[in-house]
């Protein structure tokens, strides 16, 4: 009865309106003294919570993608994806998919991603004539690439929540990341074709190309400087994310686009959502510690041997209940709240940890881009001033894409694991 009622209060929490931070927290501490602890035990874990080098680089990927977005990248990505594949049928999102794809691999942030790159692709892709709903459904869905392809922000905090390799996490991160954009380009062609209303692009000339590729070459080598050093075993990837804001920085200065209104925007900016992440890790600290202490992960652990035995069954269970909390928490709570519940019980079901961890993030990408919360649904609105109604609608053929990718890679966990395993 004691998992149900604290997840009960939970639920009530933050149905009145409370920050999540200040919910994990408020309730943390409160179990604690009803048991009886002194709450100088809140003290050491906040302390502990941030203390750790892995999560610097969570304020500097976000410094780094934020120079980039206020810097104008987005444009010169769009435009020389454009330039190569503009002219195929849907060419356009094919454009947009591939600049997402580059951008997540600098940036580790879905909101950013879909913010820099939608940008410049949906008023380009309503002019030529691509369906609203299509546009900016397709937009939302491409920015949730931010958090599969490495560098990930969710990435970073689940390899610190359960001890994994970050770098082992972010290879494992690679073939979903790729599957996604052949899958969402596979759809858009489609869509495209059957909706049949936009414009044709002209075949860009070699010289047209080869100006954009070299406008956008700088971003390309940072993305390839920041993936090829982790994975060559150059730098770790908190290394990488300082290597690649210095990088970025040059890349804006060369450009004579580094401006102090750039410079302190990025930084107010990154400051903004690092207060917010690092709040939310750390009442989940004091939650975590709470239920571990009242033996909820183990009681869970319990449950799930009794009823659902199987990994198969545990792991479509789980699917379940994240999908369904998708509806009402944002990514960063859901896997601050349910990873150190959930691990547990994964472990015991011999589930590999690394491949639950791109199971797990796929899945809170679906919630970024379902209501009523989904964050890349109300960044997608803000940019096209839309009702939000369109802006789902478009998204809901990405979502169960994204869901048939989940069960492709079950099915397949080679998807996962093959690329790490070299």
Same mark, same amino acid.
């Given at each position: ?7 009960? +209060? ?16 408020? *309730? !943390? ?8 602890? /002194? ?19 969570? /304020? ?7 120079? %980039? ?20 049928? !849907? ?26 790159? !939608? ?18 459904? %397709? ?6 690439? !931010? ?32 599957? *996604? ?18 414009? +044709? ?33 150059? #730098? ?11 990088? +970025? ?13 750039? #410079? ?32 909820? /992960? ?5 449950? #799930? ?62 919630? *970024? ?13 803000? %940019? ?13 053929? #990405?979502?169960?894409?994204? $869901?048939?990718?989940?069960? $492709? ?14």
């Amino acid at each position: 009865m004691t998992p149900f009622l604290i997840f009960g +209060a939970l639920l009530a929490l933050l149905l009145t309106g409370i920050p999540v931070a200040f919910t994990l927290g408020i *309730l !943390g501490a409160g179990l604690l003294a009803l048991d009886g602890l /002194p709450l100088s035990m809140v003290a050491s874990t906040l302390f502990g919570g941030i203390n750790d080098f892995v999560l610097l680089a969570i /304020p500097l990927f976000l410094l780094m993608s934020n120079l %980039l977005l206020r810097g104008g990248i987005g444009r010169d990505l769009f435009v020389a994806m454009q330039s190569w594949v503009g002219h195929w049928p !849907g060419g356009l999102g094919i454009a947009a998919l591939l600049s997402c794809g580059v951008f997540s691999a600098i940036s580790g942030s879905s909101i950013t991603t879909a913010a820099t790159v !939608g940008t410049v692709a949906i008023p380009e892709m309503i002019k030529r004539g691509y369906s609203r709903s299509l546009t900016l459904g %397709l937009m939302a869905a491409g920015g949730t690439l !931010g958090i599969i392809i490495p560098p990930s922000v969710p990435l970073i905090i689940y390899g610190a929540i359960t001890e994994q390799s970050i770098g082992q996490l972010f290879l494992a991160g690679v073939g979903p990341g790729i599957l *996604l954009i052949v899958l969402f380009g596979i759809y858009v062609v489609i869509a495209s074709a059957i909706q049949g209303t936009h414009q +044709a692009m002209p075949r860009a000339t070699w010289p047209e190309r080869m100006l954009a590729t070299r406008r956008a070459l700088p971003t390309l080598l940072l993305a390839g400087t920041i993936l090829g050093g982790i994975y060559g075993g150059i #730098f770790t990837p908190t290394e990488a994310s300082g290597i690649g804001t210095a990088t +970025a920085l040059l890349i804006l200065a060369a450009g004579t686009r580094l401006s102090r209104d750039v #410079f302190l925007g990025a930084i107010r900016d990154t400051v903004k959502t690092t207060t917010v992440i690092f709040l939310i890790v750390l009442g989940a600290k004091v939650f975590g510690q709470a239920i571990t202490l009242y033996q909820l /992960p183990a009681q869970l652990a319990w449950l #799930f041997e009794d009823y659902f035995n199987t990994a198969t069954l545990a792991l479509l269970l789980i699917a379940l209940i994240l999908i369904f909390i998708g509806f009402f928490l944002e990514s960063m709570s859901m896997l601050l709240i349910m990873v150190p519940v959930l691990m547990p019980t994964v472990i015991a079901l011999g589930i590999d940890p690394i491949w639950f961890g791109i199971f797990f993030v796929l899945l809170i990408e679906v919630a *970024l881009i379902t209501p009523p919360v989904g964050l890349n649904l109300f960044v997608i609105q803000s %940019l096209d001033r839309a009702p939000l109604s369109v802006v789902a609608k478009g998204a809901l053929p #990405f979502v169960a894409i994204m $869901l048939g990718a989940v069960i $492709l890679m079950t099915v397949l966990p080679q998807i996962v694991l093959a690329i790490p395993g070299l």
